[in-house]
């Protein structure tokens, strides 16, 4: 089956960096997406990595290495409206999207 | 203004009685899923479609259907809800594998 693993939850203060690991085990695997989840609001796309390496969009940005089955999404410059859920998800043939659980991020002042 | 709508937003109901969650985007996308969501097990799929008339399984595809006989709507049919159902409730759209998904608001479903 598809799994995937990440922290449950991540505190940091106001202008900080976070990195929130994801270990994946996906058969025919495309490529890992990453979503933010404010309470009570829908998923937003925040990137997207096929290839191996590193995507920056802003002061996001996301990182791939498909031999390791492993990525990561990291957060600079750490505002309050940062604090979210943040969710892995991997693509696989067809449109199959296998989501992590979820980290949850508090960013305090 | 581009979007993905989903109605109803707030469903209560009965074991036993039907309901259709609809979505509708405006988009053009081909592809569309509906997913659940529920604390501490992140979003899971319960099934997509890459094209009109053609639908396929998710993770958790028991106990729901789906049709796509538009490219704009796919709609979630709950046959005989149960309260293992009682949700919250994605539809999502993209332009492909790996393309930005763009998600509905959301439907707040409880089961009695």
Redo the contacts between chains.
């Keep these: 089956?598809?799994s995937l693993e990440q922290p449950s939850e991540v505190t940091a203060v106001e202008g900080a960096i976070v990195q929130i690991n994801c270990t994946y085990q996906t058969s025919g695997f495309?490529?890992l997406?990453w979503?933010q989840q404010h309470d009570g609001g829908?998923?937003?796309?925040l990137s997207?990595n096929?290839l191996d390496g590193l995507e920056e969009t802003g002061r996001f940005s996301s990182f791939l290495s498909r031999s390791d089955s492993y990525g990561y999404l990291l957060l600079q410059e750490l505002q309050m409206k940062d604090s979210a859920s943040y969710?892995c998800?991997a693509?696989s043939?067809?449109?199959?999207?296998?989501?992590?659980?979820?980290t949850r991020v508090l960013v305090k002042p | 203004e581009a979007q993905v709508t989903q109605n109803p937003r707030y469903l209560i109901t009965v074991t036993g009685k039907k309901l259709t969650v609809t979505c509708s985007q405006n988009m053009n996308h081909e592809y569309m899923s509906w997913y659940r969501q529920d604390p501490g097990l992140g979003l899971r799929q319960i099934y997509y479609s890459m094209n009109v008339e053609v639908t396929d399984k998710g993770d958790v595809p028991e106990g729901y259907k789906v049709s796509r006989k538009e490219k704009r709507n796919f709609p979630l049919i709950l046959e005989s809800p149960s309260p293992n159902q009682t949700s919250l409730y994605f539809c999502a759209s993209s332009r492909g594998n790996g393309e930005t998904q763009y998600f509905g608001p959301g439907t707040r479903l409880l089961v009695l």
């Design positions: 089956g598809q495309y490529g997406s979503y829908a998923p937003t796309f997207y096929a969710f998800a693509s043939s067809g449109n199959k999207l296998t989501f992590g659980g979820g």
